[in-house]
């Protein structure tokens, strides 16, 4: 039976990550596969990926829609109440920063903050009302999809707004949604990531944070090591040693 992966697409870092590697050509390999590569319209690389990866059992699509202002408010106000929750050391740096680079901005925060305040219960709620309030769109954004529909939706940069309505239509039609940790900041930077079936993250540290902040299951958990650093050691001879390079640039070597 032939299955269907969608994986997102929104800036170059993950075309180098992940479509250049040799995961693309295990998921190729494999016959009964379909590999749907989701480019989100925003980032203008619908045509470039087009050109290089369409073709065999790779399809490339480009994603248009955006959420709009209301739901990108009740996204808001969630973060709010979970890192009212959940501080850490990063969040306080930002405010700090806040603080002293916008000063008004900062007190609203502050004012948000005291007002909306900690309980999670609202958090629930506020997906509730997105769920009831755009249930509508769900149909049309999966129909993006033409006929056949993926199984599974790898989302590789869950902060990306543009990926929201994709994983929103994933959850709402019952498809397993996965996604990856892709910086080492990224679940502190005061965005709440939505509840995914199955996360990879780069080392232990961040496993710890997914288990104790976001309630995460370690069976839910892959730790993958840092996928940024792939291309180093596993393209050693593309790269000019050390003493080839100084020459090049006139440098000395000691």
């Known amino acids: 039976m032939t299955k269907m992966v969608a994986i997102t697409i929104t800036h170059g870092m993950i075309v180098r990550n992940i ?11 494999d016959k009964d ?3 749907v590569l989701v480019v989100m319209r925003m980032f203008k690389l619908y045509e470039k990926i087009a050109a290089e990866f369409s073709g065999g059992n790779v399809t490339v699509i480009e994603w248009p829609y955006r959420i709009n202002p209301v739901e990108w408010l ?14 850490n050391e990063t969040t306080e740096i930002k405010e700090m920063s806040m603080k002293k680079k916008n000063y008004p901005k900062y007190l609203w925060v502050r004012l948000a903050r ?3 305040g ?3 219960d609202i958090i629930v709620a506020l997906e509730k009302l997105d769920t009831l309030l755009f249930r509508y769109k769900r149909k049309k954004h999966w129909d993006t999809f033409g006929k056949d529909k993926p199984n599974l939706v790898f989302s590789t940069d869950f902060l990306c707004t543009n990926e929201w309505s994709l994983i929103k239509a994933a959850k709402h039609y019952g498809v397993p949604v996965m996604t990856m940790i892709a ?3 990224h679940l502190s930077k005061g965005r709440l990531p939505t509840k995914f079936d199955k996360v ?12 104790e902040y976001y309630g995460y299951k370690p069976s839910e958990i892959f730790v993958s090591g840092i996928p940024q650093f792939d291309y180093y050691v596993q393209d050693r001879g593309a790269l000019k040693s050390r003493p080839e390079f100084l020459k090049e640039i006139g440098g000395s070597y000691v």
Do not use: M, P
Request: proline share 0%.
């Open 183 to 185: 910086s080492w900041d």
């Open 74 to 87: 009740l996204r808001k106000v969630a973060d709010v109440i979970f890192f009212n929750a959940v501080r």
């Open 19 to 29: 479509i250049r590697t040799d995961i693309i050509k295990v998921l190729k390999s």
């Open 118 to 120: 900690k309980n999670r």
């Open 114 to 116: 005291a007002v909306l």
């Open 33 to 35: 596969t379909k590999i």
């Open 200 to 211: 990879i993250a780069w080392n232990d540290f961040l496993k710890g944070q997914l288990i």
